[in-house]
Structures are given as structure tokens and as C-alpha cells.
């Protein structure tokens, strides 16, 4: 699976937009981007996922380059809830089964109020 | 729906020490998933059971022993603690039968081996 490449630490406006970046340059055809946060002590929660499309559910939306070798995780109000490690993870999912995710560090995102 | 139920939520063993982490998850999916996250770390596949009656290593399975007890459980066994097991465990599920089904966690077990 493709390595990817976030900053380690943000910070944001309480009621601004977060925008976090992630670089995945080498990512190929099949894989899909997946976005994780998991907030202090408790287990990681999905996100979002996308594979060339742009994406939006009600916790986010997930803007892919053309080329797909970078994304942009969007939170469009940001709450104190939301300060959490964000992870950005691609892998190839056009194969069922097992979905062995490989976390690396993340963004650690900060709301302040 | 409890989702993703692990037990115990905290444990400290002496090194040599044996035990068993429990797993279960309610929402009829068919992969489940250990993994451990280290301070300041990522967290590490240690193994995985795509389906039921199967088990597979992760990336750091050394140390570990699991049992996929049904569809439902998934147990992560320590047979001999170490201090380098030290950690917070996590166990996750996913509908393996569904393309980009995402992985639900638990809220993990933390151990201590002094």
C-alpha cells in the first residue's frame, strides 16, 4: 500500500474550516484514500473515503487532486470535539475481504476556541 | 448496537504473566482485527481473521496468539508478558464482504507488564 505524508500538528479557529492535507504521491490505480480520527483515548472512527471523485458525508468532505497524489480532508465548522489525531490512509480496495489498514502518525488537529 | 466491546479496559500483569484480551462485536461482520498503538505511535496490525475459522499474522505478531472463537469474538492471547508489550490494544471489525467497508474500533484494553 502507498505511504503517505502528513503534517504532524495543526491548529484551527473554533468555527473555521479545517483543512488537512495529506500527500500520497506514489498511490496507484486501485487504491482508495481513507480518512481516520481518533480523539484522545478512545479508539479511531472512519471518516471518510474516496477513490478520484471528490467526497462529502455529514462529518466531511475529501477533495482528491486530479492527478490523486495528494488530498485535502475538509471539517467546514470546526468544534472542540474535533480536536483529534486525523489519519490518512490509502489502500487498495478493490479486493473484498480483510481491510489491513497500516496508521501511520497523523495530524494532530487542535480546535481552539 | 454496542458496536465493538473489548474487555478488560485496563490490566496490569508481571512480566511472564499470562491473559487473554476479549473481542466481540455485534454488528454480524465478518473481519476482525488486533491492533496495538505505542506512545506517540500509529497503531500496529498484530493480527487479523478475515473470515471465520481464518487467522492471519499482521505486522507485529511476535509475542501474540489469537483464537476467532466464532463470528462474533476474536480473543488476543499473551502467553508469556513482556514490558515491551506495554500498550493500548485495539480490536476492530469490518463487513469483509463489502468493498471499502470502513473498520469499526473498540475503546481498547491498557496494559501494563512491569
Known amino acids: 500500500d502507498a505511504k503517505t505524508t502528513q503534517p504532524p500538528s495543526m491548529d484551527c479557529a473554533e468555527g473555521r474550516a479545517a483543512n488537512l492535507p495529506c500527500n500520497h504521491s506514489?498511490?496507484?490505480?486501485?487504491?482508495?484514500v481513507y480518512w481516520y480520527r481518533q480523539i484522545h483515548s478512545q479508539g479511531p472512527q472512519y471518516i471518510i473515503h474516496?477513490?478520484?471523485n471528490n467526497e462529502t458525508n455529514e462529518m466531511a468532505s475529501l477533495i482528491i487532486t486530479e492527478d490523486r497524489k495528494s488530498s485535502t480532508l475538509i471539517l467546514p465548522h470546526a468544534t472542540l470535539r474535533d480536536t483529534a489525531v486525523y489519519y490518512c490512509?490509502?489502500?487498495?480496495?478493490?479486493?473484498?475481504?480483510?481491510?489491513?489498514?497500516?496508521f501511520g502518525q497523523g495530524t494532530r488537529l487542535t480546535i481552539n476556541p | 448496537n454496542a458496536g465493538v466491546t473489548q474487555t478488560p479496559k485496563f490490566q496490569v500483569l508481571k512480566t511472564g504473566q499470562s491473559m487473554t484480551l476479549q473481542c466481540a462485536q455485534d454488528m454480524n461482520h465478518n473481519s476482525m482485527y488486533w491492533y496495538r498503538q505505542d506512545p506517540g505511535m500509529g497503531l500496529r496490525l498484530i493480527y487479523y481473521s478475515a473470515s471465520e475459522g481464518t487467522t492471519d499474522k499482521g505486522e507485529v505478531p511476535n509475542g501474540y496468539n489469537v483464537s476467532r472463537l466464532n463470528k462474533r469474538e476474536f480473543s488476543l492471547r499473551l502467553e508469556s508478558a513482556a514490558p515491551s508489550q506495554t500498550s493500548v490494544y485495539f480490536c476492530?471489525?469490518?463487513?469483509?464482504?463489502?468493498?471499502?467497508?470502513?473498520?469499526?474500533f473498540g475503546n481498547g484494553t491498557r496494559l501494563t507488564v512491569t
Open positions: 474516496g477513490l478520484k
Open positions: 476492530a471489525s469490518s463487513d469483509g464482504a463489502v468493498y471499502n467497508s470502513p473498520l469499526h
Open positions: 506514489t498511490i496507484s490505480g486501485n487504491e482508495y
Open positions: 490512509i490509502v489502500r487498495d480496495a478493490s479486493i473484498q475481504g480483510a481491510q489491513k489498514l497500516v
